[in-house]
């Protein structure tokens, strides 16, 4: 049944609690008018995702998996259409803004949601993959860290979340991405409240890492592929930040990243280099991409967009546009990739992803190990 914009609309009125009449409007309209190439504040981007939601009931839900420190909700869109009988659907992931000042991951959440809710109709093999898949993007995993980069000019360069400083230190907020437990605290992290990577107290003690890794981890075996936004550097990385090792399936993320690279310079010639953190950046730990590759997904990039360092976290409105559709090149082909080994011949079994998970324990106890001396 097709409903009448004023029903709509006042359903909204209703969940959103009488709001004014201006923001009523705003709300109804915004799918549409919304604005891609800016950079948005956060309440306009959860307004935003509610909206998404109410206007295409048949691919998009939200989820509220988590709160942040500050108790806000950490909240996903999942894009799906019902799967074909006989198939278990898969999972792909996608996370945004888990570093507060990196406003173009957000910015690219909004432009990939955006572009398959208005293209898919029209794709075919779109539609196919949205039939196997669930995808589930996160806007802004750092909600407090996001909000306070834009409270004014002297917060914009925030990086952390805004958990309160230990005792005896004055320094609010961990490196979220430090603080995953994926050879946590090993390598490229402080211990230092006041850094901006302070990795936290222990693997997992931030609310909003460990709302990651509880509603990931509980569908870790249906989860292909796990694709978290930053920027800058133009990079496209593998697992894993350590130098010491390697994922078992090292030379296929390569040449499944090496393609999306090749796409992404197809739009707009710029170039994106593939390797190890350790290879092209520098050595980490505790990082979300790490651990969904240890926990036994298969596929776990990092993308660090636009640009190489001349306006880096400060990127100026008019790049977002070309950033996203150069990183929504990659990140299709990355997708299609897993989709089509997965659901196109004769299936990736589940027993391999099962076997990655008994490596990838081994190689992280010998770590621990290695480390502990
Ligand atoms: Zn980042």
């Known amino acids: 049944m097709k409903m009448a914009p004023w029903i709509l609309g006042l359903f909204w009125l ?57 108790k806000r909700n950490i909240t996903l869109l999942k894009l ?32 990939f949601i955006k572009e398959i809710v208005h293209s898919y109709k029209n794709n075919k093999k779109l539609e196919q993959m949205l039939q196997n898949l ?12 996001y909000i306070f980069s834009w409270a004014n000019d002297s917060t914009r360069l925030w990086r952390k979340s805004r958990s309160p400083p230990p005792p005896g230190s004055s320094c609010y907020g961990v490196d979220l991405n430090r603080n995953f437990n994926a050879n946590w605290g090993t390598v490229g992290v402080s211990f ?14 931030e609310p909003e890492a460990k709302a990651v890794m509880g509603f990931v981890g509980q569908m ?17 990385l593998l697992p894993y930040g350590h130098p010491e090792i390697s994922a078992p399936n090292y030379n296929e993320l390569v040449s499944v990243g090496e393609a999306a690279a090749k796409e992404m310079k197809k739009v707009h010639g710029m170039n994106y280099t593939v390797g190890t953190s350790p290879q092209i950046l520098y050595p980490n730990s505790g990082s979300s991409r790490d651990w969904a590759r240890l926990i036994g997904i298969p596929f776990s990039y990092t ?44 299936g990736l ?10 490596w990838s324990t081994i190689v992280a106890v010998s770590l621990s190990t290695v480390v502990a001396t």
Not at 85 to 110: L, N, S, T, Y
Not at 134 to 145: A, L
Request: aromatic letters at 10%; proline letters at 5%.
């Open 14 to 70: 209703i969940n959103t609690g009488l709001e004014t009449p201006h923001s009523f409007v705003d709300g109804l309209e915004s799918t549409w008018t919304h604005d891609y190439t800016k950079y948005h504040p956060m309440e306009e981007i959860y307004r935003w995702m509610k909206d998404v939601e109410q206007k295409n009931p048949n691919l998009v839900s939200s989820v509220v998996y988590g709160l942040t420190y500050e």
């Open 303 to 346: 993308f660090e967009l636009r640009d190489k360092g001349e306006f880096s976290h400060l990127l100026p409105e008019e790049q977002i546009q070309p950033t996203c559709e150069e990183a929504y090149a990659g990140a299709v082909s990355i997708i299609t990739y897993v989709h089509d080994k997965t659901f196109n011949s004769g």
């Open 134 to 145: 669930d995808i589930y993007v996160t806007p802004v995993i750092n909600v407090d860290g």
């Open 220 to 236: 870790v075996n249906k989860t292909l592929c796990y694709l978290t936004i930053h920027s800058a550097g133009q990079l496209i």
């Open 80 to 111: 799906g259409l019902q799967k074909q009988e006989g198939r278990e659907k898969k999972v792909i992931w996608m996370d945004c803004g888990i570093h507060a000042r990196e406003w173009i991951a957000p910015a690219f959440c909004q432009w």
């Open 349 to 358: 079994p589940n027993a391999a992803i099962t076997n990655v998970t008994v």
């Open 192 to 205: 230092d409240s006041c850094a901006n990577n302070y990795c936290g107290k222990t693997p997992g003690s």
